[in-house]
């Protein structure tokens, strides 16, 4: 297609699929833990980060990942330590973080017209450099799933038995927290702080209807993922659109479908019963 | 240290020794002392609130006491709590958690796992564990597509997938179908062979006719290692004199069933 023959349109492309990797994996472990609302919380918390970069003129990329990683590694002790409030606290972390960066950014010099992609994503001004700091962070998640596999499905399916089994429960929920700082400091380029939950949360939780394995469920969230992107970006082409909702629409209007198409089939071998009962 | 292949039924696998614990003030336990032979069954029982969860989250280590020790085979606590494994009252995971039987029970090798992967000797443990519940037919079944009854065999399973010298039980029969209890204690009956069992229960006529020993807990253990509840046990733990229990070894009270008659 001509489209693909441009430069930017590849790196789009290749953002998109880096972004699918660690949505889909990380993302799997959002959804079957429940834990939405604080990884909501941590993505808001990058945008601080993001001011704090263009304040200092470094890559904002990197002040994000520094933000996100602390306010993870925060909001993990502050849920394991005072279980009552602790969503409070996460909202106050999450609010805090967002009107610093605002902060930041209005104490900066200069204009700073490229604020908007890290709020909505712009997958199609990606740069190099921060491609490259996709792949590693990618690297960096994979590995770590790859090594602590077993712990960490223990730990979320069963957070006492794997206290009792003799698992630093405490650390694994830590590490599950900055490996989801990773993803969202990955996705924020695709799609942007504001809809980042979106892509976190959509190709999982659709893999999730179709499969009963964990291991499928990452594996089908990737594909989705990467569908999501790609399909996302060449509709935004097509018609003009913002890529980063785009993208979002697109797998939001896909799990709908996939949830009416699983409750119909169902409900219909249960009419059958009935039938026959009759 | 006892050779653990060659225990007998004069060998102590745990002690717990002047136990107390504490929540926010409220004494839960008070100066619990108690010895387990290797091989007992013992159900201890006691009103709700009278500490028995309690009693088994300090043996697991979940919980620090405020005074006391607890050995098991010898070692403290910390050391020894690898051969000790839990069935919980209530399977506190999510129904919906992408997960199968087979899993969830080879998870009960995960505190002995080396590597990345479970080895084929984990793999064969809880292949064993599943056929000694008689749920290895089921092996591929997503875990919140189980009736109850075979929901706890499978963590049964998993309990014991972890090869231990003691198995804790906490009201195991809370979610199970009362027409398959008895089965269900039939299993345990087996694993009694070479497994020492404690289980909790508040139901004393559940209990009892499958049981080796009988303890009574509240805030206190009275513990005689008979299986003859005195009624000064009862009176204790209960606080009032219980009729229920007149000879000893109580019977389950059934209803008459008028319609079923003819």
């Known amino acids: 297609m001509e489209i693909f023959t441009y430069e930017f349109m590849r790196h789009a492309l290749l953002a998109g699929f880096l972004a699918s990797i660690s949505c889909g994996i990380i993302g799997s472990y959002v959804v079957i833990k429940r834990i939405v609302f604080i990884s909501g919380g941590i993505a808001h918390t990058a945008y601080g980060g993001i001011g704090l970069g263009y304040f200092l003129g470094i890559n904002p990329m990197l002040g994000a990942l520094g933000f996100t990683v602390l306010s993870a590694i925060g909001m993990g002790i502050v849920s394991d330590r005072s279980a009552q409030r602790s969503d409070t606290i996460i909202g106050v972390m999450w609010a805090a973080g967002m009107a610093l960066g605002i902060v930041f950014v209005s104490l900066s010099p200069g204009y700073t017209t490229d604020l908007m992609s890290y709020l909505f994503g712009n997958i199609l001004v990606v740069p190099v450099m921060d491609i490259w700091l996709m792949l590693a962070l990618n690297l960096i998640i994979v590995i770590t799933v790859i090594a602590l596999y077993e712990e960490l499905k223990t730990t979320s399916f069963d957070e006492e038995f794997a206290r009792t089994a003799g698992l630093n429960t405490r650390l694994l929920n830590l590490v599950l927290l900055v490996l989801i700082a990773l993803t969202i400091i990955v996705l924020i380029r695709a799609v942007g702080i504001i809809l980042v939950i979106a892509l976190l949360t959509i190709p999982a939780a659709t893999a999730g209807r179709l499969t009963s394995s964990l291991k499928y469920m990452m594996i089908i969230a990737i594909i989705l993922g990467m569908l999501f992107t790609s399909g996302g970006l060449l509709l935004s082409y097509v018609f003009d659109l913002p890529s980063g909702a785009t993208i979002i629409l697109l797998a939001g209007i896909v799990f709908v479908l996939v949830s009416i198409f699983l409750s119909i089939k169902e409900k219909r071998p249960a009419m059958m019963e009935k039938d026959i009962g009759s | ?262």
């Open chain 2, 1 to 262: 240290m006892p050779n653990v292949d060659a225990l007998t039924e004069t060998d102590k696998v745990m002690e717990i020794s002047g136990l107390s614990v504490s929540f926010n003030g409220t004494q839960v336990l008070d100066k619990i002392d108690l010895t387990v032979y290797h091989r007992d069954f013992i159900g201890i029982i006691g009103p709700n609130g009278g500490g028995k969860s309690t009693l088994l989250r300090a043996i697991l280590g979940l919980i620090t006491p405020d005074r006391g020790s607890i050995s098991i085979m010898g070692r403290p606590q910390k050391q020894g709590r690898h051969m000790v494994s839990y069935v919980p009252q209530y399977a506190s995971f999510d129904r919906d958690f992408p997960i199968s039987v087979w899993e969830v029970v080879l998870m009960g090798r995960i505190g002995q796992k080396k590597g990345l992967r479970f080895s084929p000797q984990d793999k064969e443990l809880a292949l064993q564990a599943l056929e000694r519940v008689e749920m290895d037919g089921l092996k591929e079944r997503q875990i919140g597509r189980l009736s109850g009854g075979e929901r706890q065999r499978v963590m049964v399973a998993r309990a014991l997938a972890a090869k231990p010298q003691i198995l804790l039980l906490d009201e195991p029969t809370a979610s199970v179908d009362s027409r398959f209890e008895a089965g269900f204690y039939d299993i345990l009956k087996e694993l009694n062979q070479d497994i020492t069992i404690i289980l909790v229960s508040h139901d004393i006529s559940a209990v009892s006719a499958y049981v080796k020993t009988i303890a009574c807990l509240n805030q206190q253990l009275y513990y005689q290692h008979a299986k003859e509840l005195t009624e000064e046990m009862i009176e204790h733990a209960y606080h009032c004199p219980v009729h229920l229990i007149a000879h000893g070894i109580p019977h389950r009270v059934l209803e008459p069933h008028d319609g079923v008659v003819g």
